[in-house]
């Protein structure tokens, strides 16, 4: 699996990195599921054999990481990739 964390985000002509909102944060599950099947070319049942999880779960994470690529790119916000996203933040006066 992957070590810590790992951070991408737009970056401007400059070649820094360009934040602009709040990250979005991907599990290692859903890295993992996007990359065997985008990535390796492999099926969905194939990349469940791999991740020892059923297909409905692949599925469920691969769902959840076409989305969030999907917004990092159009929103260009930063994707954080993560063993676990942080906990939601409070609202001031929750």
């Given amino acids: 699996?992957?070590?810590g964390t790992i951070q991408f985000g737009p970056i401007n002509p400059a070649g820094l990195p360009m934040a602009s909102g709040e990250?979005?944060?991907m599990t290692y599950d859903e890295f993992e599921a996007f990359?065997?099947?985008y990535y390796?070319?492999?099926k969905q049942e194939e990349a469940a054999e791999r991740m020892?999880?059923?297909r409905g779960?692949?599925?469920r994470c691969l769902e959840s990481a076409?989305?969030?690529v999907a917004r990092m790119l159009v929103e260009r916000r930063p994707l954080v990739i993560t063993p676990?996203?942080?906990p939601p933040r409070e609202e001031p006066g929750t």
Avoid: A, F
């Fill in 1 to 3: 699996m992957l070590p």
């Fill in 57 to 59: 779960t692949v599925w």
């Fill in 40 to 42: 390796e070319g492999l």
């Fill in 66 to 68: 076409r989305g969030k």
């Fill in 35 to 37: 990359r065997l099947i």
């Fill in 52 to 54: 020892q999880i059923s």
């Fill in 23 to 25: 990250p979005i944060y």
């Fill in 84 to 86: 676990e996203p942080p």
